[in-house]
């Protein structure tokens, strides 16, 4: 009766007052003038036409074209990158040839028409304030990820290193501006301005990319990848320092009215350095926590990052150099940095930045290059940019005593140049003092030394391989029992360390177990990793030392982090990998199917296997697609864990229930060793009647006469049988049977290790 009256109410109302408006707006419509009715187009047209004329208007309208600028190019901007990661590139290549590709020397050149109607040239001003903000916000991060701790521990080598890769480098950009000067200069530009930004285009170093290499390349821990991070780091803050001078000399018109702008920005540092920077660090440890980052006070570091770029801009050195400076002086508190650059690394790196490469790529006309000349010149300066960076730093790496193998890998390392290079590129162009022909030549410089650095170091470890010790070759080569753990929760690594630690032999060294994290990543990293890796693993460690086993870890930053679990378990000499799950809320239903054709579309294996038919578009199998897809694709035994409240992992019950559960007893014999671990072992299927094998494994530790096993007679599995376990483990057939058939006894089992032989 109440839903009649709530019916009868809602259609009396909106009639009622539907027919007032009518009403209103018809006596409106006689107060029209007659000369305003004639000179109007719309009351003459048709209800079509009055629909297309505005339909146009919006589609062209500048907020709907910067719309589709974006759509378009972030949509590009991943398929690039996704085509340089599968054949092992940085992704920032990738973004970079997206840029280009949508620019005049691809799309421009062979579908003018869609090019114009994409970008047309009215919009590129509100493109580019848009891809500014992106960079600030980019440099901003750069300025945080610098740990200059890290640069004063290492700061002999580094510089020397570092210095003496931009003074080479630097002078034979000079040299080259000698030769090009007259020909490719553009007019009203001194040959000072010139030579100092050719110099220093060909000096600079591309510390993100650097950093993403020498994580993916598994070298952050060592010494080596510490230097060259250490380096790179000088080297950014050197060229900046070098970049801001040279732009101040270019915009004052010659060197000494220049030290005006110089003298300027030295009191901008110093105030930053000196005055601002005590008081954000008793801000940042006060507010060092996610709750205490609160609007105001993120408010205020924002305001921070705003008010040091427009000082930066309105002295003449560029608003990028104030941002830069503002993430350096942001409170060293690590938690602190680490909380900020999540709330500004995905905008920026994601979404703006690759506004920026799309932005460089439509000022980059390759189809100037249109004499053989000109690409000889192009090739003369990707050849000076090479040796002298390659050069000055190699030497330099075996002058303070590196070896040849890792001076030339250091030399490699810092030629790589990618989104750095862009950005001096893009303010060389700006303030005029590069030509299209020279900045065109310059980004494609920027893109073959990015894209050699990758195989250089495959050609390095193929001839100068690294020297391993006979004994870590020997215990590799007698490894027979080899577990990794993959986590995500530190305190789910943990739980999972305590059930591997009753499948090893502490005394034997071919038993060891490896802990692997994955961390979501783009391709800028932090350059200290090191207290987040001693955090994310102290769990893990702890739990480890308490149990007296031997533990290596090991942290790799992660695009795809399914991807690279298989990898590294197919990669490495593991005989099990062990992986935890959550009991997910979204299983089952059609949400979660909706989120697992998501990430199908992320993943180009599964992608492929539903083209080909291998897979199903949907999933319906007892896991989420994830965990389906890597137990589908691992080599090697996977234990699949999920945990309910494990406190202690002593107590373990294993069923069997088939005969194909005989994969189980190789586990059982570990098991069965450690003196700590009670075991019970039931056979409510009678399996054992019915498989000689798992008869004569029951008969072998009947055998022993261990009083810590117990053979479970009954053929129910009892809620307080089951309560009184800490781990089940059972096979994987076994497992998807008891969830397909919906047993009652699995809503009362214990923590669950689900073995996949």
């Given at each position: 009766m109440k839903s009649i009256r709530n019916i009868l109410f809602y259609t009396i109302t909106i009639g009622a007052f539907?027919?007032?408006?009518?009403?209103?707006?018809?006596?409106?419509?006689?107060?029209?003038?007659?000369?305003?009715?004639?000179?109007?187009?719309?009351?003459?047209?048709?209800?079509?036409?009055?629909?297309?004329?505005?339909?146009?208007?919006?589609?062209?309208?500048?907020?709907?074209?910067?719309?589709?600028?974006?759509?378009?190019?972030?949509?590009?901007?991943?398929?690039?990158?996704?085509?340089?990661?599968?054949?092992?590139?940085?992704?920032?290549?990738?973004?970079?040839?997206?840029?280009?590709?949508l620019g005049p020397s691809l799309l421009g050149m062979y579908f003018p028409e869609f090019s114009t109607f994409l970008f047309p040239t009215q919009s590129l001003g509100n493109l580019q304030f848009l891809s500014q903000v992106g960079l600030i916000l980019f440099m901003f991060i750069i300025g945080m990820e610098l740990d200059l701790k890290v640069l004063k521990t290492k700061a002999q080598e580094a510089v020397v290193i570092s210095h003496a890769s931009i003074i080479l480098p630097f002078a034979l950009g000079v040299g080259l501006a000698f030769y090009l000067y007259q020909q490719f200069a553009p007019d009203g530009i001194s040959f000072l301005s010139f030579s100092l930004f050719i110099g220093i285009a060909l000096s600079v170093t591309a510390f993100p990319v650097l950093a993403r290499i020498v994580q993916e390349r598994g070298l952050?821990?060592?010494?080596?990848?510490?230097?060259?991070?250490?380096?790179?780091?000088?080297?950014?803050?050197?060229?900046?320092?070098?970049?801001?001078?040279?732009?101040?000399?270019?915009?004052?018109?010659?060197?000494?009215?220049?030290?005006?702008?110089?003298?300027?920005?030295?009191?901008?540092?110093?105030?930053?350095?000196?005055?601002l920077k005590p008081i954000l660090k008793r801000l940042g440890d006060h507010y060092s926590y996610r709750e205490g980052l609160t609007k105001p006070v993120v408010g205020l570091f924002f305001l921070v990052l705003i008010f040091s770029s427009y000082c930066t801009e309105v002295i003449g050195i560029?608003?990028?150099?104030?941002?830069?400076?503002?993430?350096?002086i942001m409170p060293a508190n690590q938690s602190f940095r680490n909380l900020f650059i999540e709330k500004v690394e995905d905008v920026s790196l994601v979404l703006l930045l690759p506004l920026f490469f799309v932005f460089t790529g439509l000022r980059t006309q390759i189809g100037l290059l249109n004499d053989p000349y000109l690409w000889q010149i192009t090739g003369l300066i990707i050849l000076l940019a090479t040796t002298g960076k390659f050069i000055g730093s190699a030497v330099a790496a075996r002058f303070v005593n590196q070896s040849w193998r890792d001076s030339l890998i250091i030399g490699s390392l810092m030629n790589t140049r990618g989104l750095m290079e862009?950005?001096?590129?893009?303010?060389?162009?700006?303030?005029?003092?590069?030509?299209?022909?020279?900045?065109?030549?310059?980004?494609?410089?920027?893109?073959?030394?990015?894209?050699?650095?990758?195989?250089?170091?495959?050609?390095?470890?193929r001839f100068l391989p690294e020297n391993k010790s006979e004994a870590l070759e020997t215990a590799i080569e007698e490894s027979r029992f080899s577990i990794l753990i993959a986590f995500a929760s530190p305190q789910g690594g943990r739980k999972m360390m305590r059930i591997a630690y009753h499948f090893i032999q502490k005394q034997l060294q071919s038993h060891h177990i490896t802990a692997l994290h994955l961390s979501p990543s783009s391709y800028l990293n932090q350059v200290n990793t090191e207290e987040y890796q001693r955090e994310t693993f102290r769990p893990i460690t702890e739990e480890a030392a308490s149990l007296g086993a031997t533990l290596a870890t090991v942290l790799k930053p992660s695009q795809d982090i399914e991807h690279d679990i298989i990898e590294t378990a197919n990669g490495g000499d593991y005989d099990m990998l062990m992986i935890g799950i959550g009991r997910n809320v979204f299983e089952g239903t059609f949400l979660g199917k909706i989120l697992g054709f998501t990430s199908r579309m992320i993943n180009r294996e599964r992608l492929f296997d539903t083209i080909t038919g291998k897979e199903k578009l949907?999933?319906?199998?007892?896991?989420?697609?994830?965990?389906?897809?890597?137990?589908?694709?691992?080599?090697?035994?996977?234990?699949?864990?999920?945990?309910?409240?494990?406190?202690?992992?002593?107590?373990?019950?294993?069923?069997?229930?088939?005969?194909?559960?005989?994969?189980?007893?190789?586990?059982?014999?570990?098991?069965?060793?450690?003196?700590?671990?009670?075991?019970?072992?039931?056979?409510?299927?009678?399996?054992?009647?019915?498989?000689?094998?798992?008869?004569?494994?029951?008969?072998?530790?009947?055998?022993?006469?261990?009083?810590?096993?117990?053979?479970?007679?009954e053929n129910v599995l009892e809620k307080d049988f089951l309560l009184e376990k800490d781990v089940m483990i059972i096979s994987l057939e076994s497992w998807k049977k008891a969830v397909e058939s919906h047993s009652l006894w699995l809503s009362h089992c214990p923590s669950v290790l689900i073995v996949r032989g």
């Open positions: 539907s027919a007032l408006l009518y009403f209103f707006i018809r006596q409106g419509q006689t107060l029209e003038k007659a000369d305003l009715l004639a000179n109007n187009p719309a009351s003459t047209a048709s209800s079509w036409d009055q629909f297309t004329d505005t339909f146009s208007h919006n589609l062209t309208h500048p907020l709907a074209t910067l719309l589709l600028q974006i759509i378009t190019i972030i949509l590009v901007a991943r398929i690039f990158g996704w085509i340089c990661k599968s054949i092992g590139q940085p992704t920032v290549i990738g973004e970079i040839a997206a840029g280009i590709f952050s821990r060592t010494k080596l990848g510490m230097m060259v991070i250490t380096c790179a780091a000088t080297d950014d803050i050197t060229a900046w320092c070098i970049l801001a001078a040279v732009i101040a000399i270019v915009k004052a018109g010659d060197f000494v009215s220049s030290i005006y702008t110089i003298l300027l920005a030295a009191a901008y540092v110093l105030f930053m350095l000196k005055v560029h608003a990028l150099f104030g941002a830069f400076m503002a993430g350096v862009l950005v001096v590129l893009n303010i060389g162009y700006d303030i005029g003092v590069l030509s299209p022909e020279i900045f065109a030549m310059m980004v494609i410089m920027a893109l073959a030394t990015t894209c050699m650095t990758g195989p250089a170091l495959d050609l390095i470890d949907f999933h319906s199998g007892v896991f989420d697609e994830r965990t389906t897809h890597i137990i589908k694709s691992v080599k090697i035994p996977v234990g699949i864990f999920i945990e309910n409240k494990l406190e202690r992992a002593d107590n373990i019950f294993v069923p069997i229930f088939s005969p194909d559960d005989k994969v189980l007893f190789q586990y059982v014999r570990k098991l069965v060793l450690h003196e700590n671990v009670k075991l019970t072992i039931m056979d409510p299927t009678n399996a054992a009647s019915q498989s000689p094998d798992i008869q004569a494994e029951l008969d072998a530790i009947n055998g022993l006469g261990n009083d810590r096993v117990t053979l479970y007679n």
